[in-house]
C-alpha cells in the first residue's frame, strides 16, 4: 500500500478519543466509518462532533459549510465488520485492556483487506503485544492520540517489533497529512515519550504538594507560567540549549539527588485514590469541583487550546472548506 491508496477511515471506538479522530479525519475529506460496542454512544456521538465543530468555527478554523460536510463524510455503524471492510486504515480507540484489544484486532484483520494497516491508540499497551495473535502483525502500528484529539497536534507513532518499515512511514505521513505533528518513536518502550516525560514531572509535582512547599494552587500556578509557557514555544531540549548546557550540569549536579526518585505510588496519590478522591470524576482530588465548574473548567481549556493552535500550528485557510 501507498499513502494515495488511503482512502477510506474506520474508527473503532466512539468515546472521548474516538469521536474526536474521527472528526480529524473526516474535516480532511476522508469518508469514516465510526462504531461503538455501546449503542447509547453511538445515538449521541455526532452531536458531540457538532459541538466540537461549533467551538473551532467560533475561531474560525471552519466554516459553516465546512460543518456540514465533516459530519456528512462520517457514517455511524453498529458492526464492526461494516465498519472496516472497506477501510484503508483503521483506529482503534477502545478500552484499554491488551485482551480485548488482541481480540479486536484479530476481529479486524479477518474482516478487512490484507493490506489494511491498523492502528491502536493505546497509551501504554504496546502495539508487539497487541498484535500478536494476527497472521500479519507487519501491517499493527501505534498512533497515540492526545485529548482532546482534534485540538492537540501531536500523535505518537510507534513502531513495534515486527511492524513493516511501509506501515510505519504510512501511518506517519498520513497524519502530517491531515495537519497532526506526527513524532516517530522508533523505539517501543513503556509509556512512549510524552508519557514517560510527564510521570517524571507529575512524581515531583506531587512530592512538592505532599511536603507542603507550596499550595496545590501555587504549584499548578508556578508550572503553567513558567515551564507551560515557554514550552508551548520551544522544545526542552532547545530550552537547555538556550540556558547553556554548563548551567544545566550544575542544575544537575546540585538537584538530582534533593529530587524525588520512589519508584513506588506517591503515598498522596495511594491515599486519595484509596478515599475516591479521584478528581473531577468524583468531584474531588487535589481540589473540589461542581459539575458546573468542570464544564466551565473544559470549555476554558479548549478555548485556550485552540487559540495556542491557531497561533503556533494552524494555517488561517486550513479547515474552512
Not at 13 to 20: E, F, L, R, S, W
Not at 197 to 205: D, H, L
Not at 241 to 261: A, Q
Request: aromatic share 8%; with cysteine; charged share 25%.
Amino acid at each position: 500500500m501507498k499513502l494515495e491508496d488511503v482512502k477510506n477511515i474506520a474508527v473503532i471506538g466512539a468515546g472521548t478519543m474516538g469521536h474526536g479522530i474521527a472528526q480529524v479525519f473526516a474535516q480532511n475529506g476522508f469518508p469514516v466509518s465510526l462504531t461503538d460496542a455501546v449503542e447509547s454512544v453511538l445515538a449521541e456521538v455526532k452531536k458531540e462532533i457538532h459541538s466540537n465543530l461549533i467551538l473551532l468555527a467560533k475561531e474560525g478554523l471552519v466554516s459553516d459549510r465546512g460543518i456540514e460536510q465533516t459530519l456528512d463524510r462520517i457514517s455511524i455503524v453498529k458492526d464492526l465488520n461494516r465498519a472496516v471492510r472497506d477501510a484503508d486504515f483503521v483506529t482503534e480507540a477502545i478500552v484499554e485492556n491488551l485482551q480485548v484489544k488482541q481480540d479486536t484486532f484479530k476481529k479486524m484483520e479477518g474482516f478487512c483487506s490484507t493490506a489494511t494497516i491498523l492502528a491502536s491508540n493505546s497509551s501504554t499497551l504496546q502495539i508487539t503485544d497487541i498484535s500478536s495473535t494476527m497472521s500479519r502483525p507487519e501491517r499493527a502500528v501505534t498512533t497515540h492520540w492526545f485529548n482532546p484529539p482534534y485540538i492537540v497536534p501531536l500523535v505518537e507513532v510507534v513502531c513495534g517489533a515486527r511492524t513493516s518499515d511501509g506501515t510505519f512511514n504510512i501511518a506517519y505521513d498520513l497524519l502530517n497529512n491531515i495537519g497532526k505533528v506526527a513524532v516517530k518513536i522508533q523505539k517501543e518502550i513503556p509509556g512512549f515519550l510524552v508519557n514517560r516525560i510527564q510521570a517524571a514531572m507529575y512524581r515531583e509535582v506531587v512530592s512538592l504538594a505532599e511536603m507542603g512547599v507550596a499550595s496545590m494552587e501555587d504549584i499548578d500556578l508556578a508550572v503553567k507560567s513558567s515551564m507551560g509557557f515557554r514550552l508551548a514555544s520551544f522544545g526542552a531540549l532547545r530550552i537547555m540549549d538556550m540556558g547553556g548546557l554548563d548551567i544545566w550540569y550544575k542544575v544537575f549536579e546540585h538537584l538530582l539527588k534533593e529530587i524525588d526518585s520512589k519508584t513506588e505510588v506517591p503515598k498522596f496519590i495511594k491515599d486519595k485514590a484509596e478515599r475516591g478522591e479521584l478528581g473531577m470524576k468524583t468531584g474531588k482530588g487535589f481540589f473540589e469541583y461542581t459539575p458546573e465548574s468542570i464544564q466551565a473548567l473544559i470549555k476554558e481549556r479548549d478555548r485556550q487550546f485552540v487559540n495556542r493552535l491557531k497561533t503556533l500550528y494552524y494555517s488561517q485557510e486550513k479547515g474552512k472548506g
